[in-house]
């Protein structure tokens, strides 16, 4: 690693980054880092990029921390103490765990192997025993919020009663056809025999027996 010094020296220094606050507690007992990939479990076209199925999850880090009632610490009491209260320090850690939760706002923090950015808390829980009355321990589970740019398309104006999707007219339901028009060869036919007189009656017969009329 590129910091030099002992491990021990390198995990006090982890800390929280809220607004202008800075965390740091009094014992760093343990982090557990998760990283997780999602992919596709659903064959891929040969030729394609297998990228395109594939994604990163959210970081996950839990953390395991302990305030205690007395203002120290590494080596030097602390001059700017975040847990200060007359209500005492556990109460006022966990207050504070609690708010930036309930806020939803990401916010920095510093371990000893990570900067995590937009870290949000997921999960708190305290524990304090008849033998720790004076302290507490937290353990906090964290995630990181995966941001991505977006781009916004802006479409010309439309103008006053003009839409560009229009419903189609609505018509009466039930069985449609198309009304049959008589051939006007047939219709002289048929004028020439109710009509005319008997010669051209006996042409129209003739015309109709011989197909004159067509196919209607």
């Known amino acids: 690693m590129g910091d030099s010094g002992r491990w021990e020296d390198r995990i006090q220094r982890a800390l929280i980054f809220a607004g202008n ?18 992919i596709t479990t659903r064959p891929v076209a040969t030729g394609a990029a ?3 199925h594939t994604y990163p999850l959210p970081w ?4 395991e921390v302990g305030v205690s009632e007395f203002a120290r610490g590494p080596n030097t ?3 700017d103490d975040p847990f200060a209260s007359t ?11 609690i708010t930036l939760k309930e806020l939803g706002d990401p916010f920095q923090i510093q371990t000893g192997m990570r900067l995590l950015s937009n870290a949000m808390i997921a999960t708190i829980d305290v524990e304090q025993t008849a033998r720790t009355a004076s302290a ?4 906090v589970g964290l995630q990181e919020v ?3 740019g977006t781009q916004t398309v802006t479409y010309p104006p439309r103008a006053d009663k003009v839409t560009t999707n229009q419903a189609s007219k609505k018509t009466a339901q039930g069985q449609k056809t198309t009304p049959q028009t008589q051939q006007p060869a047939l219709q002289s036919i048929l004028k020439g025999i109710f009509s005319g007189d008997d010669a051209q009656r006996q042409q129209a017969l003739d015309k109709l027996a011989s197909g004159g009329a067509g196919t209607p």
Not at 24 to 35: P, S, V
Not at 60 to 63: A, K, N
Not at 87 to 97: N, P, S, T, Y
Request: net charge positive; hydrophobic share 50%.
């Open 21 to 38: 606050q800075k965390w740091i507690f009094d014992a760093w007992i343990r982090e557990n880092h998760h990283y997780e990939q999602a």
């Open 50 to 52: 297998v990228s395109d």
């Open 60 to 63: 996950h880090l839990e953390i």
């Open 77 to 79: 009491p602390i001059p």
């Open 87 to 97: 209500a005492g320090r556990v109460i006022k850690a966990l207050d504070m765990f």
């Open 136 to 139: 507490a321990m937290f353990r």
């Open 146 to 148: 995966i941001r991505k």
